[in-house]
Structure formats: structure tokens, C-alpha cells
């Protein structure tokens, strides 16, 4: 049984990464001076030429060693911790104020309101228009 570690997929990374920066691949393509479909070559590829690796790397905000070193494992361990401003790690879970389904509530809330109102504004304009005809 061969034990050996299969290589790294280069492509692969630089699409993680790139996706985890909010980029669409027409946008890297433009910055590393290339088509769309150059990029998806790229990202379909297990290696990438050095020089490449480095525009990309470039483009991405990122070194050539993240990109080469990424792993999914990292990535969201770094996104589940963040570091504030004097260099301590501060666990995200203890430190978000943003619940998700209690935002949906409260825009539900507020969507519900507005129809509401909508609604008796609607009625008031046919109350209007039904004296208005009772008085001719």
C-alpha cells in the first residue's frame, strides 16, 4: 500500500480562496490580465507555473504559501476565531450580535406593518370614493 500524499491541487485552492474573497473569475481575469476561461483552466489544473501563482497570488490579496498551503480545515477555523485589535483571539460564537432568523423576524415584522398600512390606505380611499358617490 503506497502512503505517499498526493500533491496539493493548486487549482482547486486558488478557487477556494478566491471564493472566499468574494471574486468571480472575471474579475480575476481581468486583474492577472486574462480571459474567464483562462481562470477556469486554471482552477481545473492540480499545478500552476510559479510566475502564474504569483500574479494570482497577487491579485487574491494572498501569498503564493497560502495558496499553496490552504486547506478547508484552516480556513474555517480562521473564520470561527478572529483576532481584535491588541492580537487576542476572540472566539466569534461569544461575540456575534447578529442573529440571523431574529433579522428575518424583525423584517418580517416590518414588511407585515407596511402592509397593514398599505392595506387601510386602500380601504380609506374606497370609503373616500363610495361618500363621494353617495353624494352626487
Do not use: W
Not at 481584535?84 to 461575540?95: E, F, Q, T, V
Request: charge should be neutral; glycine fraction near 6%.
Amino acid at each position: 500500500m503506497n502512503t505517499a500524499t498526493k500533491p496539493k491541487h493548486i487549482g482547486r485552492n486558488i478557487s477556494r480562496i478566491r471564493e472566499l474573497r468574494g471574486m468571480k473569475q472575471e474579475a480575476l481575469a481581468i486583474a492577472i490580465g486574462v480571459s474567464q476561461q483562462s481562470v477556469s483552466n486554471i482552477e481545473g489544473s492540480e499545478t500552476v507555473e510559479e510566475e502564474k501563482l504569483v500574479e494570482v497570488a497577487k491579485a487574491l490579496g494572498v501569498t503564493v504559501e497560502a495558496i499553496k498551503n490552504f486547506s478547508e480545515e484552516a480556513a474555517i477555523n480562521y473564520f470561527n476565531n478572529y483576532y481584535d485589535n491588541k492580537g487576542h483571539i476572540l472566539n466569534s460564537c461569544n461575540h456575534i450580535n447578529f442573529n440571523p432568523i431574529e433579522k428575518l423576524v424583525e423584517v418580517f415584522e416590518e414588511n407585515k406593518k407596511l402592509y397593514e398600512r398599505l392595506v387601510q390606505a386602500e380601504k380609506d380611499k374606497v370609503e373616500y370614493l363610495e361618500k363621494l358617490l353617495k353624494g352626487k
